[in-house]
Each structure stands twice: as structure tokens, then as C-alpha cells.
């Protein structure tokens, strides 16, 4: 089983680029962001706050998640939450969730079993997959970009536009929730054996272009 471990803040591309990359090799593919964003949602819905009240959401929960890049979809309890756990609310909630150390430990154990159950290989990209998740990847990628570069993609992506207005609106949605899990999460600096790559100036296709190198190289 081959693994490509992919970290990164907001706005690197992290998805986008682990999705081409697992169609491109027939890999499956685990956004681990929308496993914590779908119990936030869990949480929001039920009024949890409580760490002892959230580990017992984790525990109990019916998570499913799909690992096929042409058909991502989330499911909570037989709910489809895909579109839900996007919405600003549940991302100012993450934290509810993945602060919690025993309930980060619980849906890191679902992770893992999702990555050995991907005999054809998995794409895994997140905020600690190159040292917590799958430290032993033999593709380990942090991905990163210059905050001002982050800032305009996500604009564009949450607004459509980067203008003045879009982009003010987005700086603290961004680099916030990055400086929020850089305390329980390591993603800011490669850790020995991961590759860094600055996203900042190259386009989409060269960024997939690099990790299919990167993975060709590991072989």
C-alpha cells in the first residue's frame, strides 16, 4: 500500500491538489479537515461544548466518509452533511473538536483505518498527516504559500472575488484558524523527511506535476 501524506494551512491548495493527484494514480482519498468540521457540525446541532460531552459525540457517531476523489460526500448519523460543514459557522467551530486531545485521538484511530483499508493506495491530506497520522508515509508533503497568496485564493473561493472588501473578509477567517490549530497541530514547519513545497508561485497543474514526481521518486 503506497501513502501521500499532505499537510498545509488554509488556502495551499491541499485538496484541490490531493484530489488530482488520487485520480491521476488511482489512489483513494481522505480529507481528514471534513472528518473534524463534521463532528463541529455534530456538536453545533446538539449544543456540545463540553470535552467530556464532544468525546462522547466522537465515540458514538455513525461517521462516514467517502474516499473517492469523483465522489466526495460526508454523512453524520445517515445525514449528508457535505455542503453543511463547509458553512462559516461550523469552521469557527473546529476547534470544539479537534482541541479535545482524546476525541482528536479517536478520529485519528477511524483515519488509520481508512488508510489501511486502501490496499490501491490513498492520498491523505490535512494538518497532521505527515507526523501524527501517517509519520511513515513514504510521500510526506507540507505544502505551504506566502499568507497573502492564501488570503486571495480563499477570497476567491468563499467570495469570488479578491477584491479590497473580499479580502478583509477572509484575512482572519484564514491565518485565525491557522494560528487556532498550530496549538494542538504541527503544520507550519516540515519535520525531518518531508518535502516542502511553496505553492506561492507555481500554477495548479505544477504543483500536481511536483507531487507525481515526488511519488514517482519514492517507488
Known sequence: MSVVAIDGPSGVGKSS??????RRLGYRYLDTGAMYRAMAWLCLNRGVTDPVDVLEQVRGVDLEISTDPDDFFVSVDGIDVTEEIRESEVSANVQTVSAVVDARAELIDMQR????????GIVVEGRDITTVVAPDAPVRILMTARDEVRVARRAKELHGTDDAEALAATAEHVTGRDAKDAVTTSFLEASDGVH???TSDIDFDQVVETVLSLVKDAR
Not at 483505518?113 to 490501491?120: F, L, M, R, Y
Open 17 to 22: 491538489t490531493a484530489k488530482e493527484v488520487a
Open 113 to 120: 483505518d481508512i488508510i489501511t483499508g486502501a490496499p490501491e
Open 196 to 198: 516542502t513545497l511553496d
